[in-house]
């Protein structure tokens, strides 16, 4: 199957930012404008239908837009967005659409279909199991692939600033610590670092600012605060900025901080 490339051009207003806030949460788009917490417990998401063990990179689908006035001919900064759990790339890419910043944006599109959306890998397990850990890690290779080739075929400048949400942070976090040859900087929101994902990163991952909630129940982050102190052991450098009140979803703030990260990032990549 081809992926499919479409052109899409978006007025951010205050009413896009509100959808953005509700279709940007992973859990069945559960969390309300505001940043409002996404359910009641600490458990894992509703579980997602299990994965083959290995994907190719043709498999995985994207979107793609070109924002900030860029042409598309231009060598840009390739920005990878990945949606979380039940979202879909054509609800996801407003997270970004109409930044001033001239990227190349590609949002890859879930591996199976979820609801009314995609999962990236199955959560029949907790967060932190090794199922879900090994899941994560054949996803992230399949992205980490398309990351490549589409790298390959476009005028890209600089390895691939990556982000994601919930899912797509857990992604992000992979991404950044296994296939440092295709990242150059990883900014997951509300995502989180099974046990699994840790072994074999180290120093040579790319700079790493991880977004988080701190009244987040569906990915509480503690765990993701104690993962982030172990990779600065291991000599990664990231840190965590958290958002006071902010439950399982992507605030206003949490998208202003993105942003800026992104513009820096891809300063950096000229």
Same mark, same amino acid.
Do not use: N
């Given at each position: 199957?081809?992926?499919?490339?479409?052109?899409?051009?978006?007025?951010?207003?205050?009413?896009?930012?509100?959808?953005?806030?509700?279709?940007?949460?992973?859990?069945?788009?559960?969390?309300?404008?505001?940043?409002?917490?996404?359910?009641?417990?600490?458990?894992?998401?509703?579980?997602?239908?299990?994965?083959?063990?290995?994907?190719?990179?043709?498999?995985?689908?994207?979107?793609?837009?070109?924002?900030?006035?860029?042409?598309?001919?231009? $060598?840009? %900064?390739?920005? /990878? !967005?990945? #949606? @979380?759990?039940? +979202? =879909?790339?054509?609800?996801?890419?407003?997270?970004?659409?109409?930044?001033?910043?001239?990227?190349?944006?590609?949002?890859?599109?879930?591996?199976?279909?979820?609801?009314?959306?995609?999962?990236?890998?199955?959560?029949?397990?907790?967060?932190?199991?090794?199922?879900?850990?090994?899941?994560?890690?054949?996803?992230?290779?399949?992205?980490?692939?398309?990351?490549?080739?589409?790298?390959?075929?476009?005028?890209?400048?600089?390895?691939?600033?990556?982000?994601?949400?919930?899912?797509?942070?857990?992604?992000?976090?992979?991404?950044?610590?296994?296939?440092?040859?295709?990242?150059?900087?990883?900014?997951?929101?509300?995502?989180?670092?099974?046990?699994?994902?840790?072994?074999?990163?180290?120093? $040579?991952? %790319?700079?790493? /600012? !991880?977004? #988080? @909630?701190?009244? +987040? =129940?569906?990915?509480?982050?503690?765990?993701?605060?104690?993962?982030?102190?172990?990779?600065?052991?291991?000599?990664?450098?990231?840190?965590?900025?958290?958002?006071?009140?902010?439950?399982?979803?992507?605030?206003?703030?949490?998208?202003?901080?993105?942003?800026?990260?992104?513009?820096?990032?891809?300063?950096?990549?000229?």
């Amino acid at each position: 199957m081809r992926p499919s490339r479409l052109r899409r051009c978006y007025a951010w207003s205050a009413l896009a930012l509100a959808s953005l806030v509700s279709l940007a949460a992973c859990e069945r788009r559960a969390a309300p404008p505001g940043g409002g917490a996404a359910g009641t417990g600490q458990q894992a998401p509703p579980a997602a239908p299990a994965a083959s063990a290995a994907v190719p990179a043709a498999a995985v689908e994207y979107l793609e837009e070109i924002t900030g006035g860029a042409d598309r001919s231009e $060598a840009l %900064p390739l920005v /990878v !967005a990945i #949606h @979380g759990l039940g +979202d =879909r790339p054509e609800s996801f890419t407003g997270l970004l659409s109409g930044a001033d910043v001239k990227v190349r944006l590609i949002v890859p599109r879930g591996l199976t279909p979820y609801g009314g959306g995609y999962s990236w890998f199955p959560l029949q397990q907790a967060l932190a199991s090794d199922e879900v850990g090994q899941g994560i890690l054949r996803a992230a290779a399949a992205l980490a692939a398309t990351i490549e080739r589409v790298a390959a075929e476009r005028p890209t400048r600089g390895k691939a600033i990556v982000t994601g949400f919930s899912q797509g942070g857990a992604l992000t976090f992979a991404l950044a610590l296994h296939h440092p040859r295709v990242v150059g900087a990883a900014f997951p929101m509300g995502g989180w670092v099974p046990s699994a994902v840790l072994p074999g990163a180290g120093a $040579a991952a %790319p700079a790493l /600012v !991880a977004l #988080h @909630g701190d009244d +987040d =129940r569906r990915v509480p982050i503690g765990p993701t605060r104690d993962a982030l102190a172990a990779l600065e052991g291991r000599g990664v450098k990231a840190r965590l900025v958290s958002y006071p009140g902010v439950g399982h979803t992507v605030s206003g703030e949490m998208r202003r901080d993105l942003l800026q990260l992104i513009r820096d990032a891809a300063a950096e990549m000229r």
